[in-house]
């Protein structure tokens, strides 16, 4: 039974700094790549980063160069670090399993729960 849960949001001042987690259960690495996508309010749901099967091999989405992944093997946890968190960041993170990295959402096999990330000016 495949599971992914998001975790670690939360309300944070501008230019502040988060980490969020996505942990992976039933499936391995091999299976599911994990992205990385959020929603802000009334907007579509668009892709922010994704690891691929080896941990050197990641993708960013976003323009900007704020946000890094880094993988536990050991917790099959993948993090997003956030920084200098900007107001228009505010929005609900999702991980999501993959079967290869892409930046839409409609390639994702496996939603987990997402995580609010409020960021206030």
């Known amino acids: 039974h495949v599971q992914l849960q998001a975790s670690g949001g939360g309300l944070v001042q501008a230019g502040g700094s988060l980490s969020l987690s996505c942990a992976v259960s039933?499936?391995?690495?091999?299976?599911?790549?994990i992205g990385w996508f959020r929603q802000a309010p009334g907007k579509e749901r668009e892709g922010v980063s994704c690891?691929?099967?080896?941990?050197?091999?990641t993708h960013y989405y976003l323009p900007e160069s704020r946000f890094t992944l880094s993988r536990s093997d050991a917790t099959k946890t993948v993090y997003l670090h956030l920084k200098n968190l900007e107001p228009d960041d505010t929005a609900v993170y999702y991980c999501g399993g993959l079967i290869r990295c892409s930046s839409n959402s409609h390639d994702v096999r496996k939603w987990g729960r997402g995580t609010l990330v409020t960021v206030s000016s």
């Open positions: 039933g499936v391995t690495w091999d299976d599911y790549v």
């Open positions: 690891m691929g099967v080896d941990s050197w091999n």
